[in-house]
């Protein structure tokens, strides 16, 4: 059975979800949305998909899942990979991609998102706001990945998968040059980037690189 | 045994596993941790209690457990009560306990934080954008909330007290009369709220309602 998710190239929630079906050896087909024209937030596609009125959601034969969280602890569980040891490995995973979730994808995804992808210049205090949010969550994973292969357990795992979504955009998306400044994290993106299967964003869900409305 | 609540008053994220231990009968004990001194932040408490450098944490026994949404997990799974009766159920917790941490808690608590207790008087740029965001998403439950009773399920669960917890603050906190702008969240809150051994924020961790740092 082929997996269809629907989704957008410059989604790294859905490049989340993508990175796991690649590494774990899946057939999957893209269905993109055109989330800049607003098609998620549709009251149709809303009723018919996602009610949240976001990507990804990931069609499991007659199951529709959304939230990358979900869909990836479905993936593990189904398929018996990445989701961590034991129970303890457990609750990690499920702790970093909360983390994830409150930390890297609310402030470094909204912050990548409104200074390529808006059709407005972005307000500077609001970045600026994001930024040191973004700087806080980022000086954590980096004390920690300083000293461990993983972020959750000796061995990949889907948290892994989760807070790396939105670091394999190319730096001018987000302003980083991981190496000059988190090595740790440049260190953790090549081990992952190393993993048979993987390909990065725009090569997994090909689309344009340059922003869509300026 | 007693579980210690590693927690401070104004924590919503405490309140969501309080709220789970009083309702789940569970005997508990507050341990505070003074966060606008920069306790939770310091080298010290990152490394005994939570290298996030973040409140909630709980002790239960030798368990440390830290993200509300881990902390919820582990207590519905241990006690069987809130987690959801079948595998759609479960999946339908996670995912509502994913958006409130990427959408209420990143904007709305912050929201909150910036508005009460910063020591600066907040950017009226930022607050704006965190309003814009915090609006889009209690339409998303305001509507999905006028469905049904409880948001993941026919029954209350983890995700309701988790997707609640910030909104059972005053509203001079966060700037809301659910009745009047958000009717089937208000008689959400009520539903939870009548629950045996419910108790609002600051009855359930007592402590200061005036800002302590302006």
Redesign the interface.
Known sequence: MTYRLHCFSQSGNAFKVAMALDLMGQPWEPVFVDFFAGETRRAEWREAVN???EAPVLEDGPLM???S??IL??LARKHGRFGGESEAER?EV??W???D???F???LATFRFLKCFMPKEP?P??MG?LKGRMDAALA?AE??LAGRDFIAGPALTIADLSMAGYLFYPAEEHGYDWAASHPAIARWLARIAAMPGWRGPYECLPGARIAPLR
Do not use: C, P
């Open positions: 009610a949240m009125g899942l959304s939230q969280g979900v602890d479905h609750r499920l702790r991609i909360l983390f979730n409150h930390k994808t609310s402030y307000d205090a609001v706001w954590i004390k920690e």
